[in-house]
């Protein structure tokens, strides 16, 4: 029972160009959605959230909108860079402690 | 300024042996978590404490799996004995309370995991 789903197990995109990350999710009780980037041998390290009162969030390169209709949320990186490459995670959550990780999805970005 | 400190990064084991993992959350957070990563099943919760209490361990697989938080700075999980299939990274997180609408709060700080693996 897959609550939230990051169909594209991974993803190359040319430096400079814009990066966009998927996450599909199940649950209607969702109202606060984290993104999460990992590297190789670390742990995942918060980038980027989004309350369910809002459709948009922006910080610097990264952007997160939410379809709430939809049950989408999507990460936009612009412009992406080689540093960007890494693992990136979806976490919603309910309000409580309980955070639902995605698969994640591989960036790579090519110089 | 420290984050979430894990010991040790790596761990070899017999299978049957006692495995324990180490985690120091960050000051002045409250709330601990154990995740475990494989590649069939992503990052799963195991375990969650609140103020030192065990709140949820409804993900902890089977009753080989058990962890302690005696006090606010530190927190085990113990696999004894261990198995092949528990072979994984182990990742401890912690954060401080939720506050709706208040951003930096909520968050998961994680530690760098400890791979384990158990043959």
């Known amino acids: 029972d897959q609550q939230v789903k990051q169909n594209s197990p991974s993803l190359s995109v040319q430096e400079g160009r814009i990066s966009i990350l998927n996450c599909d999710y199940t649950n209607s009780m969702f109202d606060y959605f984290l993104w999460y980037k990992k590297y190789p041998a670390e742990g995942p390290t918060f980038l980027i959230s989004i309350s369910s009162i809002k459709d948009k969030n922006e910080d610097g390169r990264f952007t997160v909108f939410l379809n709430k209709s939809a049950k989408h949320l999507s990460l936009h990186i612009v412009p992406s860079q080689p540093g960007d490459s890494a693992v990136y995670f979806c976490?919603?959550?309910?309000?409580?402690?309980?955070?639902?990780f995605g698969t994640g999805t591989r960036l790579k970005v090519l110089a | 300024d420290a984050g979430v400190i894990q010991s040790p990064r790596h761990e070899v084991t017999e299978m049957g042996q006692e495995v324990t993992l180490r985690c120091k959350p960050i000051?002045?957070?409250?709330?601990l978590f154990w995740y475990r990563q494989t590649m069939m099943r992503g990052l799963e919760l195991l375990i969650y404490f609140n103020n030192n209490v065990p709140i949820d361990d409804s993900g902890m697989p089977e009753d080989r799996f058990s962890a302690k938080m005696p006090n606010a700075s530190f927190s085990t999980l113990k696999i004894q004995p261990s198995e092949p299939r528990d072979s994984a990274v182990y990742f401890c997180a912690s954060s401080a309370p939720f506050l709706a609408g208040l951003p930096g709060t909520g968050e998961l700080f994680f530690g760098e995991g400890s791979r384990l693996t158990v043959l």
């Open positions: 976490a919603p959550t309910s309000g409580t402690y309980k955070y639902i």
């Open positions: 000051s002045g957070h409250n709330s």
